[in-house]
């Protein structure tokens, strides 16, 4: 193969239309377009949706749900992850700083999946009822 001697694929480029090129072509007289109308004029166009002023379909159907901001600055971290974080006591900082939160978190949530495995001191951290328990029985507090 040489670079003076390639070519596109046979049939992968076809001729565009010429329109409105007289009656032998097929496509003469209104050239495709049919008969008057705004699709026939030249420029007569309008927006994708318009309905021919028509309330547009997005217009007519109702509006639904929301995105509560806070959802995005909440976090959840499983029971058996805090064995990553160095040291006894858990806060929202330590928990930053071992990456089991994002920087953005505003608050965090202590999930029972996993084992507590050594007594945990849990300060400003929501738990669950089950995970509360299990860090309780562990010898732990959360507060």
Avoid: C, W
């Avoid at 377009?33 to 007519?60: C, D, I, N, T, W």
């Avoid at 959802?71 to 990456?99: F, H, Y």
């Avoid at 050594?118 to 029985?137: D, F, L, P, S």
């Amino acid at each position: 193969m040489e670079l003076n001697t390639l070519k596109p694929a046979p049939g992968s480029k076809k001729n565009r239309r010429r329109v409105g090129r007289g009656i032998g072509s097929g496509l003469g007289k209104t050239a495709g377009r049919g008969h008057k109308g705004q699709k026939s004029r030249a420029g007569g166009y309008h927006k994708v949706g318009f309905e021919g002023g028509q309330m547009p379909l997005q217009r007519r159907l109702p509006k639904r749900g929301f995105v509560a901001v806070t959802i995005v600055k909440a976090s959840q971290v499983r029971l058996g992850d805090l064995a990553r974080v160095e040291g006894d006591t858990i806060d929202l900082a330590s928990l930053k700083k071992a990456g089991l939160v994002p920087d953005a978190a505003a608050r965090a949530k202590i999930i029972l999946t996993g084992k507590a495995d050594k007594a945990y001191k849990v300060e400003g951290v929501v738990a669950t009822k089950g995970a509360k328990a299990a860090i309780e029985a562990a010898g732990g507090s959360v507060t």
